[in-house]
């Protein structure tokens, strides 16, 4: 009997070291799978191991050591899934500086988003937690910290605010936001199809205003896509447009996920990057936000990215050197220069775009729209299609803040 070290071994590894249950499954499985590679081996190396083994009681034996490696790797690997579980729920209940952690909103790339709560002032807030097996890189860590405290001199009213960073002790690094009860433009798209001509308007010419700061600051985004635009409620106002994460794009190499942007040395997500991004130039400036403003409104407009593949290289290299179908053709009812304005942003060339933001607002403002969209309007968008949950939660940060 070889089996009992080995599940020694496995509960060893389930216990004490912190692992994906998709990871753990492989290597106990090979550690389930050892002792009876060892008897097999044995088997071809020996003759008279190979005269044992046609014994009937050595076969008994031989079946019952393999069932019950089985079943050890069964229960090592759903031990590491239920440690890791525990793990992460603690994480989450514990408090990171001066702010509470409520629950989880979202996660996603390097890092992950929590409702929370400042301990003395009772304010809700947002903090993301970047980890640092996940950066796996201190330079990686240490250009995160210079470009929070970047974002953090923003303070324009559609720039979300940055109120704190810092570590852990566990060497975890976070920066705390502002909290914002709404729907992002992903969702909003996904849910309720393609937006109006004229919200559309009234949400990009806000996030142009957030650019201008931004590019007068010298600060170029690298990576606007619809989830990092939100439709929030503030200040007694729906349909407040914020433009989240400023400068904090995150490289991206061997993309597997259109969404995500991963560690490496091109930056953005490849739906929404420009042609200069998607080939690795050092030479991106506010242009090159402008083409994924382009691509973000192409979305809102259509309800589908410009290009779009299976395999993101595909996408990049369609970003690089094909045209898109003229918005117009997937849906109609966009106006004639609303569909103008999308393909200039689009142009391949960074000089036949728009050269500033200003001048993208001050041709959205000229967009003829049957009915312009107002705080109204988009009042009673939220009454009647907003998700009850959000609004839920608005409530409670509403009354949270009054308290």
């Known amino acids: 009997p070889i089996t009992g070290p080995w599940m020694v071994l496995i509960f060893c590894y389930a216990l004490f070291v912190p692992n994906k249950w998709q990871r753990a499954l ?7 799978l050892a002792p009876i590679g060892i008897l097999v081996a044995d088997y071809w190396l020996s003759e008279e191991v190979a005269e044992i083994m046609t014994h009937e009681q050595f076969k008994d034996t031989f079946f019952n050591s393999t069932m019950v490696m089985a079943l050890f790797v069964l229960i090592g690997t759903v031990g590491v899934h239920t440690i890791g579980t525990l793990r992460r729920e603690a994480y989450v209940a514990k408090r990171l500086g001066q702010y509470r952690l409520k629950q989880k909103l979202g996660g996603g790339g390097m890092g992950e988003v929590f409702l929370a709560e400042h301990e003395m002032m009772k304010r809700p807030c947002a903090v993301k937690t970047i980890r640092p097996e996940k950066a796996g890189d201190p330079q990686i860590m240490a250009r995160f910290e210079r470009e929070v405290r970047a974002t953090a001199k ?16 566990d060497g975890t690094f976070y920066y705390v936001m502002e909290y914002l009860p709404g729907h992002n433009i992903n969702e ?9 001509a004229e919200r559309i308007v009234y949400l990009m010419m806000q996030v142009c205003d957030a650019l201008a700061e931004a590019h007068g600051q010298g600060v170029i985004h690298r990576d606007i896509k619809p989830a990092k635009i939100f439709c929030a409620y503030r200040g007694g106002v729906f349909d407040v447009s914020k433009l989240l994460d400023f400068g904090l794009a995150k490289p991206l190499t061997e993309p597997t996920d259109l ?9 953005g997500s490849p739906l929404y990057m420009s042609p200069e991004q998607s080939m690795g130039s050092d030479e991106v400036d506010e242009r090159s936000d402008i083409y994924s403003l382009g691509a973000v409104m192409y979305y809102m407009a259509t ?9 993101p290289i595909k996408v990049m290299v369609a970003h690089a050197s094909e045209q898109p179908p003229p918005p117009r053709d997937i849906n109609p009812d966009i106006p004639v220069e609303l569909e103008d304005i999308i393909l200039r942003c689009l142009e391949k060339q960074p000089e036949d775009r728009f050269q500033e933001v200003r001048t993208l607002k001050e041709m959205l403002a000229h967009v003829p729209c049957d009915e312009p969209w107002t705080p109204e309007l988009a009042a009673d968008w939220w009454h009647n299609y907003g998700c009850p949950k959000r609004k839920a939660m608005a409530a409670e940060a509403v009354e949270l803040a009054a308290v």
């Open 303 to 311: 309800g589908k990215p410009p290009f779009f593949d299976e395999k």
């Open 154 to 169: 923003l303070s324009h009213w559609n720039s979300i605010d940055v109120f704190d960073y810092g570590r852990t002790a």
């Open 259 to 267: 969404n995500l942007t991963q560690a490496g040395s091109i930056t």
């Open 26 to 32: 492989v290597v106990i499985g090979l550690m389930g």
């Open 188 to 196: 909003l798209v996904e849910v309720h199809g393609p937006v109006p």
